[in-house]
């Protein structure tokens, strides 16, 4: 089972689809189905990527996709079966969920006339829906207010990126700072833009406990331009721990993602509402992240390091005047730190000469659940399942 899950987290998924025949990558060599790498990057809208996707190039490079999803989705988990281990079957079911994704049901929960309006939950708290479909606030029995709309929970966030982004990410990491295919689109300006999509509400539904909302949303239809999904769905379930502390289950779901080449990111935003509180004492700022069983302080990765991107093992704490809210996902494991200079965005260098991270200024977090960038063509009918678990101590 180990063998095939080691091809999980390798690091490029798949072949471009300009790499999937002979004649195509790199060369300048036209390919009859299918235009060359220096075309495929400077002409390619998405109306372009939906023509190309019946072609022959195209159909090896989703082939490739699947060839990696079956190792890790379908081999490591017969692996377990044909051993007859205790944990094949709830990992199959588990599996077999993620491929079958469908809207939560409303039964048995209750339509919010106004969707802004605080909903008083079992637990003790309140919480609030943000215009975007975040949590915009979460006050504790305690009083201790977890989000504002300017400091939101479990905010989506569809990016498009262009030569602003490109190009400075680029100058910081290739040698001879200057723009490589295979790593940037030269010439996204031309259909592209650099741009910060969120959805809107258009329902929000509550149980009739007081445990569970369900928030339903609609990307903007710029957005789909760029491979937005058309609608949202996130999940939130509280509750309160026998110490008293507040947890939030959150479960974000997207649907009608449309195919891109075009370079774009999803993110879903964290942003602790009470005033972060650096480590004085250990020489600290307020976050510590969990790697390779130690924990890391992002303020102080070497300079020359990546600062702003993390691979995190169980999750995120962020020490702050009401307390510590830990944050962990459950299905991915990039965690892009934010601060107001550099609010939302998963590229590791995306300004020129990219700083050090400001001391104690670390805003937020975005946890990134989807990505297309580096010359892919992607199409998914629906996403995973995002499950975010923030805990707040109080």
Not at 22 to 42: E, I, K
Not at 158 to 172: G, H, I, L, Q, V
Not at 354 to 374: D, F, H, I, K
Request: aromatic share 8%; net charge positive.
């Amino acid at each position: 089972m180990t063998r095939f899950l080691l091809k999980t987290p390798e690091h490029t998924w798949g072949n471009p689809g300009r790499y999937s025949l002979p004649g195509c990558g790199g060369s300048t060599v036209a390919h009859p189905h299918l235009p060359c790498w220096w075309d495929d990057y400077r002409n390619l809208s998405s109306a372009d990527g939906e023509a190309l996707l019946n072609t022959q190039p195209y159909r090896h490079a989703a082939a490739s996709y699947a060839e990696q999803r079956f190792m890790s989705n379908d081999l490591a988990v017969a692996a377990l079966e044909h051993a007859s281990h205790p944990l094949a079957a709830p990992i199959r079911a588990a599996i077999a969920a993620l491929s079958n994704v469908t809207r939560p049901s409303t039964r048995g929960f209750e339509r919010l006339s106004d969707p802004s309006a605080a909903i008083k939950l079992g637990c003790g708290a309140t919480v609030k829906i943000g215009a975007d479909g975040s949590i915009a606030s979460l006050k504790a029995a305690s009083g201790s207010d977890w989000a504002s709309p300017s400091k939101p929970l479990g905010a989506f966030v569809w990016r498009s990126y262009n030569e602003s982004d490109w190009a400075p990410f680029t100058y910081n990491w290739v040698k001879g700072h200057e723009e490589v295919e295979n790593f940037c689109k030269p010439g996204s300006n031309n259909y592209s833009e650099q741009a910060n999509f969120f959805p809107r509400v258009t329902d929000v539904h509550v149980d009739k406990a007081g445990s569970a909302v369900l928030v339903s949303m609609a990307m903007p239809s710029r957005a789909l331009k760029y491979g937005a999904p058309t609608t949202l769905t996130l999940s939130a379930n509280f509750s309160a721990s026998a110490a008293g502390d507040l947890r939030a289950s959150l479960q974000l779901r997207w649907f009608g993602q449309t195919p891109t080449m075009i370079g774009v990111g999803a993110q879903v935003l964290f942003a602790p509402g009470p005033q972060l509180r650096r480590q004085s004492a250990e020489n600290r700022s307020a976050w510590s992240l969990e790697k390779l069983g130690s924990s890391i302080d992002p303020e102080n990765v070497i300079a020359g390091g990546n600062q702003w991107n993390h691979g995190v093992f169980r999750g995120v704490e962020a020490a702050t005047a009401a307390g510590v809210m830990r944050i962990e996902a459950l299905d991915t494991a990039i965690y892009n730190m934010m601060t107001r200079e550099f609010p939302c965005n998963a590229l590791p260098a995306a300004y020129p000469r990219t700083p050090g991270m400001p001391a104690s200024t670390g805003a937020g977090l975005n946890l990134e659940v989807g990505a297309s960038r580096a010359g892919r063509l992607t199409r998914k009918a629906s996403a995973p399942l995002p499950r975010r678990r923030p805990t707040r101590r109080h």
